[in-house]
């Protein structure tokens, strides 16, 4: 029976043959890998990845889908959890994973951030995603696209654009650009928050307001003396900061 897309589930199932090959092969799995697909829809990328794969993990919502895969694949193949990627928790399935998907863009900001708290169960992560979020993930200081979500992610991991991918590779097709982004957790160094939980409240603040000056938003934060004491112009704007800054900044408010 046809499967009718679901817009509330942000189904765009991919249908062009060269672009699966090309993100199968940039995430390149090896057969014993822990690999969890976020989203399996009608099976795109679970078919060829289970091609390559003794035993596939997939997070789905929509129950007729998950019924379609329980039916085309024995459970020593593939494990499906069944609900939100939003309330999985993913340290649960296990550790070194590598996450992949095709993701419903309605979650994907949501998601990402989601994802970021297991950084130290993930291997890697490759997204297709609203091109104009990958291009909000990977900007850089100075750009108007520099925000929460690129100081959030690329705290934690290292992030590539690997491909671009048109409306007409989908059914149906988006109404936007699409991209493939690798994101790969970066090791401990020095650009660690002590408290992780204060460095986000920080990032939240400062980029809650993006137009006023620092000294504005960091208000009750950070004071004149602090900002010399780190040397910081507190006539900055949020988007002018580095990672490291805020990094800086939150270690400097105490533990
Ligand atoms: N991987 C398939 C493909 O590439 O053709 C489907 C991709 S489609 C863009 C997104 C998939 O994520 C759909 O199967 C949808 O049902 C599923 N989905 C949507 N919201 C979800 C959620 N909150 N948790 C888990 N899966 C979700």
Same mark, same amino acid.
């Given at each position: 029976?046809k499967h009718i897309p679901r817009?509330?589930f942000g189904q765009n199932f991919l249908i062009d043959?060269?672009i699966i090959?090309?993100?199968?092969?940039?995430?390149?799995?090896?057969?014993?890998?822990?690999?969890?697909?976020?989203g399996p829809g009608l099976g795109a990328l679970t078919?060829?990845?289970?091609?390559?794969?003794?035993?596939?993990?997939?997070?789905?919502?929509d129950?007729?889908l998950?019924?379609?895969? /329980?039916? $085309?694949?024995?459970?020593? !193949? +593939?494990?499906?959890?069944?609900?939100?990627? @939003?309330?999985?928790?993913?340290? #649960?399935?296990?550790?070194?994973?590598?996450?992949?998907?095709n993701?419903p863009?309605?979650?994907?900001?949501?998601?990402?951030?989601?994802?970021?708290?297991?950084?130290?169960?993930?291997?890697?992560?490759?997204?297709m995603?609203?091109?104009?979020?990958?291009?909000?993930?990977?900007?850089?200081?100075?750009?108007?696209?520099?925000?929460?979500?690129?100081?959030?992610?690329?705290?934690?991991?290292?992030?590539?654009?690997?491909?671009?991918?048109?409306?007409?590779s989908f059914d149906p097709p988006p /109404?936007? $650009?699409?991209?493939?982004? !690798? +994101?790969?957790?970066?090791?401990?160094?020095? @650009?660690?928050?002590?408290?992780? #939980?204060?460095?986000?409240?920080?990032?939240?603040?400062?980029?809650?307001?993006?137009?006023?000056?620092?000294?504005?938003?960091?208000?009750?934060?950070?004071?004149?003396?602090?900002?010399?004491?780190?040397?910081?112009?507190?006539?900055?704007?949020?988007?002018?900061?580095?990672?490291?800054?805020?990094?800086?900044?939150?270690?400097?408010?105490?533990?």
């Amino acid at each position: 029976m046809k499967h009718i897309p679901r817009r509330r589930f942000g189904q765009n199932f991919l249908i062009d043959h060269g672009i699966i090959a090309a993100i199968v092969n940039v995430i390149a799995p090896q057969r014993g890998d822990a690999v969890v697909e976020i989203g399996p829809g009608l099976g795109a990328l679970t078919e060829p990845l289970l091609a390559r794969l003794d035993h596939l993990h997939v997070v789905e919502i929509d129950r007729d889908l998950i019924a379609r895969l /329980k039916k $085309q694949y024995p459970p020593e !193949r +593939l494990s499906i959890h069944e609900g939100d990627a @939003l309330a999985c928790d993913f340290a #649960a399935i296990g550790g070194n994973l590598r996450l992949v998907g095709n993701l419903p863009y309605n979650i994907s900001t949501p998601l990402l951030f989601h994802l970021a708290d297991y950084g130290d169960h993930i291997r890697d992560m490759h997204f297709m995603l609203q091109k104009e979020v990958v291009e909000r993930m990977v900007a850089v200081p100075g750009d108007g696209d520099f925000g929460r979500l690129s100081v959030m992610l690329q705290y934690r991991f290292h992030l590539e654009w690997l491909l671009d991918v048109p409306p007409e590779s989908f059914d149906p097709p988006p /109404k936007v $650009q699409s991209a493939v982004v !690798r +994101l790969i957790p970066r090791a401990a160094t020095d @650009l660690t928050a002590k408290n992780p #939980a204060r460095f986000a409240r920080l990032v939240q603040t400062a980029f809650a307001q993006r137009r006023k000056m620092l000294r504005n938003t960091l208000k009750g934060v950070l004071d004149e003396t602090g900002f010399n004491a780190l040397g910081i112009d507190p006539t900055l704007r949020p988007e002018d900061l580095a990672v490291e800054d805020y990094v800086r900044i939150a270690n400097s408010l105490g533990d």
